[in-house]
């Protein structure tokens, strides 16, 4: 089946800080690969995507490739701010097997301090 | 509405007793899910509607849970005879046609059962 693996949190850094969220995943067919970050108090919102292999999703500062043959979608920032702290899900939609719902990992709790 | 609304956003039940939650999506989407948070499991799939079929119900956690999803556009989940392991935020996310197009969250209902 399905499967998305993420870094356990929380991650803390300072404000300025380079930001990695190591991120891969398991899928039967070809999957699109999305991360949605939760800010405090709101709800779930789409910060950027990948449908296909070497695919560069960008949103706000923050970047993450589409890696086939590492079955990764790393998530980063060059320069963090406080107002970046949230929950930070990657996911995937796998279009292939059928079932068009999003597998989630378990988040990332991001803390930023100035 | 302008987003996906979900009512109501908390709701205290007492074990054994049935609840319903409500999800009005954006107007036009054809595509609506609903997933599970819960505290250390991160977010799970339950089932997904295109129109007011569904594909797939195979997040269903047990027969106690149902949906339905009429006129294409308001759906209900239904839980019965709740036990406290349902307690979590259950949220609602709507997209166009699918996943090939963003998905859009609610705020999620809180549910506890006590």
């Known amino acids: 089946g399905n499967s998305v693996t993420q870094m356990e949190g929380p991650v803390t850094l300072s404000e300025e800080a380079f930001l990695t969220i190591n991120c891969t995943y398991t899928?039967?067919?070809?999957?699109?690969l999305f991360w949605y970050v939760q800010y405090p108090g709101e709800g779930l919102q789409l910060l950027l995507k990948?449908?296909?292999?070497?695919d560069k999703g960008s949103n706000k500062g923050f970047e993450a490739t589409y890696r086939k043959e590492t079955t990764s979608f790393h998530l980063e920032k060059g320069s963090v701010q406080v107002s970046d702290s949230a929950v930070y899900f990657c996911?995937?939609?796998?279009?292939?097997?059928?079932?068009?719902?999003?597998?989630f990992g378990k988040g990332t709790h991001l803390i930023i301090q100035p | 509405g302008a987003g996906v609304s979900q009512s109501p956003s908390n709701k205290v039940t007492e074990k054994g007793k049935d609840v319903e939650l409500r999800c009005d999506p954006i107007?036009?989407?054809?595509?609506l899910y609903w997933y599970r948070q819960s505290l250390g499991q991160g977010l799970e799939f339950l089932i997904y509607?295109?129109?007011?079929?569904?594909?797939?119900k195979s997040g269903l956690p047990s027969d106690r849970f149902s949906a339905e999803r009429t006129g294409g556009s308001v759906s209900t989940l239904t839980i019965q005879r709740t036990q406290q392991e349902d307690s979590a935020v259950y949220l609602c996310?709507?997209?166009?046609?699918?996943?090939?197009?963003?998905?859009?969250f609610g705020q999620g209902t809180r549910l506890t059962v006590v």
């Open positions: 107007s036009g989407h054809t595509a």
């Open positions: 990948a449908t296909k292999a070497d």
């Open positions: 996911a995937l939609s796998d279009s292939g097997g059928g079932a068009d719902g999003l597998t």
């Open positions: 899928a039967t067919g070809y999957p699109s």
């Open positions: 509607f295109q129109g007011n079929s569904a594909p797939d």
């Open positions: 996310a709507s997209s166009l046609y699918g996943m090939n197009t963003e998905a859009f």
